[in-house]
């Protein structure tokens, strides 16, 4: 698979949330997830460059990356949760996350030197789990009249549909072997999710991005 598509896909998704950049610039968290996928798209150009090109371990890279996107989707969406239950339930999640993802790199397996699978399985399970709750949230509120309106919305069905389809498709990828499958699952579940984003850019009001 070309090394170009996956940053195609990351340059899309930033130029048409700084094309609506109005629609959420007064909310931290929000432009914060703009600058989210700029480090993204940098670590994936960074992590194909050093493994397509200079044939170089990049596994820091991506390991880095999963362990901040888990932190930082988390921060996104306890943004909009103000359950305190649910806000303390999240709060554990991403203790614990960081307490095994700590362990594991300290005593078993290296940042540099493997990559962490078994932590990055941790880490879509427990956004699985993060995005429900605020799902959850939003169906308990009146948050539910207008989130077609809400960027937020949109932003953590992309992430929800790529991480619950990802999940499985590890398992197809470890027990048949069949890693060029692998790759374009992967690279569709991508696709699905960057065109939620992009449809949040898009159709997303102002007023519901608070």
Request: hydrophobic share 55%; with cysteine; proline share 2%.
């Amino acid at each position: 698979m070309p090394i170009y598509l996956y940053p195609l896909i990351y340059s899309i998704s930033i130029l048409v949330g700084l094309f609506n950049f109005k629609k959420f610039s007064h909310n931290k968290p929000l432009k914060f997830f703009l600058y989210f996928l700029i480090y993204t798209l940098v670590s994936e150009i960074i992590g194909a460059y050093m493994g397509k090109i200079l044939v170089v371990k990049n596994n820091v890279i991506y390991n880095s990356w999963n362990i901040i996107n888990m932190l930082f989707v988390s921060y996104l969406l306890l943004s909009q949760i103000t359950n305190k239950f649910k806000r303390i339930i999240i709060y554990l999640l991403v203790a614990i996350f960081i307490i095994i993802t700590f362990v594991n790199v300290l005593f078993y397996a290296g940042i540099f030197e493997y990559l962490l699978s078994k932590n990055n399985l941790l880490a879509k399970t427990l956004v699985v789990v993060v995005v429900i709750i605020y799902f959850t949230e939003v169906l308990e509120n009146d948050k539910i009249l207008n989130f077609k309106n809400s960027l937020f919305f949109w932003i953590a069905l992309g992430i929800f549909l790529y991480n619950i389809a990802f999940l499985p498709s590890i398992a197809l990828f470890k027990y048949t072997s069949v890693y060029g499958m692998f790759q374009y699952i992967t690279f569709g579940l991508n696709l699905i999710m960057h065109t939620c984003f992009i449809t949040g850019f898009i159709i997303s009001k102002k007023e519901f991005n608070s």
